[in-house]
């Protein structure tokens, strides 16, 4: 079992950058991969970019790779998303994800969900 919590959601103009946060509790954290996922509205939840479980390996989404990094500190349970040069287009909520294992594009791999954090790009 893991609980995450998202965090460092909020109003930025296009251009600026933000930088989410997601603190994990209960399983080792280490034994995770993780993921970044985003749902705008009237869309489907989709892959932003995910992470090994040692952080060696990280995979993004065409839409923002080159804009957006992964990272993890597993010494604090928590894996980040920063994200540079933002669009209108990456509004949306963004929830942190977990699953055992390799990391994975795929939404259902996951096993254990944050509540999500809302991003808003102005224009």
């Known amino acids: 079992q893991v609980q995450l919590v998202e965090s460092g959601g909020g109003l930025v103009q296009a251009g600026g950058s933000l930088t989410l946060s997601c603190a994990a509790s209960g399983r080792t954290f280490s034994n995770c991969a993780m993921g970044w996922f985003r749902q705008a509205p009237g869309k489907e939840r989709e892959f932003v970019a995910a992470i090994s479980r040692s952080g060696s390996n990280t995979y993004y989404a065409n839409s923002v790779n080159g804009r957006f990094t992964i990272s993890r500190d597993n010494a604090k349970n928590t894996v980040y998303l920063q994200m540079n040069s933002l669009k209108p287009e990456d509004t949306a909520v963004y929830y942190c994800?977990?699953?055992?294992?390799?990391?994975?594009?795929?939404?259902?791999?996951?096993?254990?969900w944050g509540q999500g954090t809302q991003v808003t790009v102005s224009s």
């Open positions: 994800a977990a699953k055992g294992s390799s990391a994975s594009s795929y939404a259902y791999d996951y096993d254990y």
